[in-house]
């Protein structure tokens, strides 16, 4: 009996043994499943594109300035004073150098075209805004900004920077 006994015992351990070097009773008994064959085929027209990295772009609210009916009123008759005959882009000139000489002299855009800088041209006040002025404010509220702080007919003033020359107006910065 103790024989048969010892025999069980090196029996089970192997058994044990066989369990754990080959993993499972079921490893040895178990069937090979059958492999799965896919007979459809999906056609791709474009290669996908694979992105690597996260990029973020910031996004910009659209400028557009807010001027007030007065303002309007300033800015459109400054500029057929001033540049009736020079079309947008001279319009645009003459109402962005009041816009930045208010900005600059901490006025409105009423005080900037009462000032004594604009009295010669007083005169010529309250004439009906043509097409061409009305695109120009246009593109000012839009964000068109080329910085002009002074203008003058014939010649550039003897201070500032020159910018350009617009028809028969120079126009000038700090």
Not at 140 to 159: M, N, S, T, V
Request: net charge negative; glycine share 8%; aromatic share 14%.
């Amino acid at each position: 009996m103790k024989q048969q006994i010892k025999e069980l015992i090196l029996m089970g351990m192997g058994i044990g043994f066989g369990i754990i070097i080959h993993g499972s009773i079921e490893a040895w008994t178990a069937e090979e499943p059958e492999p799965i064959y896919i007979t459809e085929y999906q056609v791709i027209e474009a290669e996908p594109e694979i992105i690597t990295e996260t990029v973020y772009v910031p996004y910009e609210e659209p400028f557009y300035r807010n001027f007030t009916d007065e303002d309007v009123w300033y800015l459109k008759d400054m500029a057929m004073r001033e540049a009736e005959g020079q079309g947008v882009i001279g319009q645009c000139w003459v109402m962005y150098c009041v816009i930045c000489r208010a900005e600059a002299f901490g006025q409105s855009i009423k005080e900037v075209c009462e000032s004594e800088a604009f009295k010669s041209s007083k005169f010529r006040s309250g004439r009906t805004p043509n097409d061409d002025c009305n695109e120009a404010l246009a593109l000012i509220q839009e964000g068109w900004e080329p910085k002009p702080l002074w203008f003058r007919a014939d010649h550039y003033h003897g201070f500032g920077t020159p910018l350009c020359q617009v028809g028969k107006h120079y126009f000038s910065t700090k």
